[in-house]
């Protein structure tokens, strides 16, 4: 049960009772039904396995990369097999003895391991370069187990690895990705945003569930991504020739592919949003579709080296994505019930609104009016917002047959 | 069956990491051995410890002898080794596999950098042969001397790095 419905069941109960909606035996009633059990992750039990689990694989690799010259190969890769197997077998053991928050601490010591056994081939054999694949090894056998487990745990430290991964293989000029970045480093801000995007998509597609965690996780992760992504290409006029240098200007396929790839994950994804009209339902989807179709324009322009002109209105447009992005956040966290969309939908404003006022440092009378409109268009929207939930909460407390 | 299928992830992980080893050591046994000279040396990985970094004569090479054109970063470049002075030197480079003359070795690795030097363009090749793995404190070696590696080649021109050497005695 979501901690934040049996918190408000908490907070609403008394008032139906004052109410005469239900008699006080009926709210007690209710209240035992959906026991209050606290968010997961603040039992301590989970906070201490989890980083006790992580300590260990911290201790294991510091034992390998101590690197004993006399303990033969085998009894290296043998020593670190029976660990990991060890930890699993031992975390099952536990998630069958109703232990299973314990259990997380030695999945998440299990996944650990098997990047600690990586690197030790990677010690044995003097393997050099290509650190982006080991990491990419690691994660993309990691999920699989995680998932059928399935360990939330386990599940983020999947994700983790992959965010590492995509980090190390962008900045491998090496790489197909890292190879299109390094010829203009702007694009890594747009591969940046779409990767965002993609990973929103991934998170939404994990529904309601058995894996809402996963989704929650993977959802605030991509909409941070997009963000940090997404000021920086706003301000690309501002930073002069930087959006310009690079020695290419061909076709930089791997980027492209990203998009594309993100583009038909939303496209996906949006099918697994909560039950609504279609067209409300396709709301979200269009806004990160938006986000991609700039993200395009961009990489376009770059390619094209285009004038400073074009690089100004795609700053105006960046500012007015990232505020119908952010509105659209919070309007669907509010329908939806999703308070993190609507905490990450503020943030994006505020965050928004400081990159403007940085960016229009010169022409104050033109940032002011844009600063006054948007500022009354918040306000009206909050406004509008709070007579749509005084409305709502009327038509519920309505008898019925007045309706 | 979720059970079931958890255990067959884990082993699917632990076999790939004794599979991955197998194949490794499958190629070191079948590899010829050959000794590189290198120019530079010197820190520590987190994960796998101290390590020797080398840096091989053979991997800074004039663009114009490479046949087939100027690579892109990551392409793989096929480099015919010929023996010189005890130590195997750059005969030719190529973009596309070669076989090798009586003698010669071919090493494969892949372009990490395109720079301008006062030799004029140059690409610089890593081989996957960069680092050289010591037990904790030993990873830096003395400055002076002569250092060689000693490579095995697999069948396919993949380098292995067994161990270096300090004026000809094995190091450590």
Known sequence: MAPSFTRRLRQETPSWVRDGVVTAQQAETILARYPESGRWFQRPIVVFSVLGGALVVLAVALLVAHNWHEIPRWAKLAGVLTFLLGAHAGGLVLRARGQGLMGEGLFVLGGGLFLVGIALLGQIYNLAGGESDAVLLWWALLLPAAYVLPSIALIALGWLGASVWFWMFVLDRMTWLGRDIYSNGSLGAVAFGAAGVLVWALGALHGDGEFRRARQLLEQLGLLTILVAMVPLGLLRQLGAWWSSGEATRWPVAVLVLLGLAAVAVGVASFRLPPDRPVVRAGPAAALLLVLLYLFAVTLQLIHRAAADVFRMLGWTNWAILLVVALALILYGARWDRSAWINWGVIWIGVDAVARYVELVGTMLQASALFAATGLFVIALGGALELLRRRVTARTMAPRGSA | ?172
Do not use: C
Not at chain 2, 77 to 97: K, M
Not at chain 2, 118 to 140: D, T
């Open chain 2, 1 to 172: 069956m979720r059970r079931g299928l958890f255990i067959a992830a884990v082993v699917l992980q632990a076999l790939v990491l004794v599979g991955w080893s197998a194949s490794l050591e499958w190629e070191l046994a079948s590899a010829v051995r050959i000794r590189l000279e290198v120019v530079q040396r010197d820190p520590r990985d987190l994960l796998r410890g101290d390590y020797v970094w080398l840096q091989y004569v053979i991997a800074d090479i004039p663009l114009g002898t490479i046949a087939g054109g100027r690579p892109d970063y990551g392409d793989r470049v096929w480099v015919t080794l010929a023996p010189q002075d005890n130590v195997y030197a750059l005969a030719a480079a190529s973009r596309a596999p070669v076989a090798p003359g009586p003698g010669q070795r071919v090493i494969v690795g892949r372009v990490q950098t395109l720079s301008t030097t006062a030799r004029g363009p140059e690409v610089h090749i890593v081989y996957g042969i960069e680092r050289l793995y010591m037990p904790e404190g030993r990873g830096v070696l003395s400055r002076g001397g002569k250092f060689e590696a000693e490579i095995a080649l697999a069948a396919g021109g993949r380098p292995f790095l067994t161990r270096v050497f300090v004026d000809g005695r094995p190091y450590p």
